[in-house]
């Protein structure tokens, strides 16, 4: 918890739920008209999440409940915030501050609201997903009507910070959060300390910055309806430690839909005892006796790919050689190519590295397309043949 500057609410209030609170007391003081400056606010957030502006009543339902069946599956409909605008449109609020949604809860939500309100139906539903925290991919391909981020809330607040004391806390706990946010996207700082203080080692923020710089977002083609999309950006952790990747290739061993044979080639960020690093990765889901043969000639061919790759590479000074890393493919995961990096002199380094990290990655997807995956194809059918 960061240290209060001065005794500010928000401060303390930090989690999902106190924001819920808030935002329902903003929107709430459209129903006080004695407070025509915090009215005219409620109006204006109002009208951001519905594009309404003949705006004549507004009822607030905070943490909203129900069970309620659904073409026949049993759903629970808990609803951060529900205003309901005018009598019939519906605003269903998921409200986050550094989570993401998941398992489709607005969509789900939506569904059961629809059910509920079946007797007397709502002549809309909007959906809204506010973000205060750090955006991500996760948030960016989350489904919803209307999002607001912490830069939207702090632009709907900003002419009414002197009208109340609670806004005030709010606002410059949003905006100390929003700089935070900005200051440790710089993944190389702060400058002059051991490696495991740096940002890169302990924020998922910055491991995203960098690995969203080597691979820009025109490379993220979310078109394919895959749940994991090349060159999305996804994040975890190991034992506390933050580690953020990017899918550069995935496909599949089979065609028949309802088999788990998926692979993936993958970029990680991370760090270990030599410090932080970005390493190149392959994963076959599925290792098994039964596949043991294949996975082991193919994590050969791979680790020579690389090999070859790097050593036809010109003398640029990041001696790549020493990142080479072979494997001998015993588990669903192996490492080709684990790359520390040295920020000590970024700024000179920066254009190289991310320049040729990229580089091998194009080179590497394209080697392995043509001259790889079909020899492997082609095993994984005739071995399924033998086997028939």
């Not at 915090?38 to 109002?46: D, P, R, S, T």
């Not at 009414?160 to 996207?185: G, R, T």
């Not at 702060?190 to 710089?213: C, D, F, K, M, S």
């Not at 080597?214 to 895959?226: C, H, L, M, N, V």
Request: charge should be negative; charged fraction near 30%; glycine fraction near 4%.
């Amino acid at each position: 918890m960061k240290k209060a500057i001065r005794n500010n609410l928000f401060s303390f209030a930090t989690s999902e739920l106190s924001q819920d609170a808030f935002i329902c007391w903003c929107l709430n003081w459209f129903n006080a008209p004695s407070k025509p400056a915090l009215q005219e606010m409620a109006k204006k957030i109002i009208a951001k999440l519905t594009n309404i502006e003949e705006i004549f009543s507004v009822e607030i339902l905070r943490q909203f409940s129900r069970k309620v069946t659904v073409d026949g599956k049993r759903i629970h409909v808990k609803i951060d915030i529900l205003v309901v605008v005018n009598k019939n449109i519906a605003v269903i609020i998921e409200d986050k501050t550094n989570s993401n949604e998941h398992d489709q809860q607005i969509e789900r939500y939506k569904r059961g609201l629809q059910e509920i309100y079946k007797e007397k139906p709502l002549s809309k539903i909007i959906t809204v997903y506010w973000k205060t925290g750090f955006y991500n991919d996760w948030d960016e391909v989350t489904v919803a009507d209307v999002k607001i981020t912490g830069e939207d809330v702090k632009g709907l607040l900003a002419d009414y910070v002197n009208e109340s004391e609670i806004i005030k806390d709010y606002f410059d706990c949003l905006e100390a959060n929003l700089q935070w946010q900005e200051e440790h996207k710089k993944y190389w700082l702060p400058l002059g300390v051991p490696w495991w203080e740096l940002n890169i080692v302990n924020y998922h923020i910055a491991q995203y910055t960098l690995l969203r710089e080597i691979f820009p977002e025109k490379r993220w083609d979310i078109s394919t309806g895959r749940y994991e999309g090349e060159y999305e950006i996804y994040m975890g952790s190991s034992f506390g430690r933050p580690w953020t990747q990017t899918v550069a290739k995935w496909g599949k061993f089979s065609n028949d839909e309802k088999k788990e044979d998926w692979y993936k080639l993958f970029w990680r960020i991370d760090s270990d005892k030599g410090g932080p690093y970005i390493s190149f990765r392959f994963y076959e889901w599925g290792y098994s006796k039964n596949t043991a043969e294949r996975h082991k000639n193919l994590y050969n061919e791979l680790s020579d790919l690389m090999e070859k790759i790097i050593n036809a590479w010109p003398d640029n000074g990041l001696n790549l050689v020493n990142a080479l890393r072979k494997n001998k493919g015993n588990y669903n995961e192996a490492t080709f190519f684990h790359y520390y990096l040295d920020f000590s002199h970024w700024d000179r380094d920066k254009d190289i590295v991310i320049k040729t990290i990229r580089e091998i990655s194009d080179k590497f997807v394209e080697r392995f397309t043509r001259e790889v995956e079909p020899e492997f194809l082609e095993y994984k059918k005739e071995h399924a043949e033998k086997n028939s």
